[in-house]
């Protein structure tokens, strides 16, 4: 299954859910309104989509005439796992705002929830039944979700060392060189 | 050798001692990223550290002499380095292996500790991402001479 066909297939049924496709064969992403992408989730999973292979987004704060801030992307497989065959791909990507964010597919796909906490730790983008969420990569500490694009390039949250943002020079002066003497 | 001021009995000392201390190295390698293969390269037989002395890698920071620094340290890690450092007995010698352990290497980023000479001493310096075995072994004789000079010290 291409992601075509998948969405020749599905158009009847979801109408305006579906709001186009971009790309074609495997590259195939399905644009899907925020609304609806709880829904198209669970029928991809019944038709057979047992594997999410990735959940990522995009920040597309400096693009003008974005719909929304943030782009999320699912990627799912139907994988044959006895004969080892991939038996189709489709991505499906939506628009969302900060930290309204669509429902979580954890109890669809269990490996869901790491991915969706490495989508809130680097991008801040929440899902609307985790209120509780967590970070996985970056430590308790860190503030701020450093892929946003708005996160200044520069900026260090070290645990212990050094905290400006020259640490070299300034260790330089006021360390090594007494050492050194 | 004779230093003066200093006895011939306790300089040759100093030079007995530097010259045990640094044919015995017992490392600590705390590998985190990719130079660690070139680290085993280094270690195994092809290249075989073992011929300068350094075949002896510890796993317990308790038992080992030089702690080798081998890959990117983030942040998340840099207390662990820290501790494991604290947790050595004296004499130590650190190595910061790889341009990670330098200056941070291409990772001017959030996430990446920038040398970490910014958290803890280093004795010596191995550039290069990775650095090649020879490399490796140019610094560990470089090593050799420091420890062999600082004598009782250190």
């Not at chain 1, 959940?55 to 497989?77: H, I, M, Q």
């Not at chain 1, 809130?120 to 430590?139: A, E, T």
């Not at chain 2, 280094?42 to 080798?68: I, N």
Request: with cysteine.
């Amino acid at each position: 299954m291409t992601g075509k066909e998948i969405f020749e297939g599905l158009k009847p049924e979801l109408g305006d859910a579906l709001l186009g496709i971009e790309g074609d064969g495997l590259d195939a992403v399905l644009s899907v309104r925020q609304a609806s992408l709880r829904a198209l989730l669970e029928k991809l999973k019944s038709a057979g989509f047992n594997m999410l292979v990735d959940l990522t987004c995009v920040d597309y704060s400096k693009f003008d005439g974005k719909p929304a801030r943030f782009r999320l992307t699912y990627r799912l497989l139907s994988l044959d796992a006895e004969a080892g065959l991939s038996l189709g791909r489709v991505a499906l990507a939506c628009w969302v705002e900060d930290l309204k964010g669509p429902p979580s597919a954890r109890d669809l796909w269990p490996c869901a929830d790491w991915l969706e906490r490495e989508v809130w730790d680097m991008f801040g983008v929440g899902f609307s039944d985790r209120p509780d969420m967590k970070r996985i990569l970056m430590y308790e500490e860190f503030s701020g979700h450093p892929l946003r694009k708005d996160y200044p390039i520069a900026q260090r949250q070290p645990l212990i060392g050094p905290t400006d943002e020259k640490p070299r020079e300034r260790w330089l002066e006021s360390d090594l060189r007494p050492r050194l003497a | 050798m004779l230093n003066a001021g200093e006895g011939f009995l306790t300089s040759q000392l100093d030079a007995a001692i530097g010259w045990a201390r640094k044919y015995s190295i017992f490392q600590y390698p705390f590998v985190t990223a990719c130079c660690g293969m070139e680290y085993m390269s280094t270690a195994c037989s092809h290249y075989d550290m073992d011929r300068f002395g350094a075949g002896f890698p510890r796993f317990s920071p308790r038992q080992a002499d030089v702690l080798m620094v081998v890959g990117t340290i983030s942040h998340k890690i840099a207390p662990v380095l820290k501790r494991i450092h604290e947790q050595m007995a004296a004499p130590k010698w650190v190595v910061a292996f790889g341009v990670c352990t330098c200056t941070g290497g291409f990772y001017n980023n959030y996430s990446t500790v920038q040398g970490i000479d910014t958290i803890i001493p280093v004795d010596l310096y191995i550039p290069g991402c990775p650095p090649r075995p020879e490399a490796v072994l140019q610094g560990l004789t470089m090593l050799q001479d420091k420890i062999q000079k600082q004598g009782r010290k250190g």
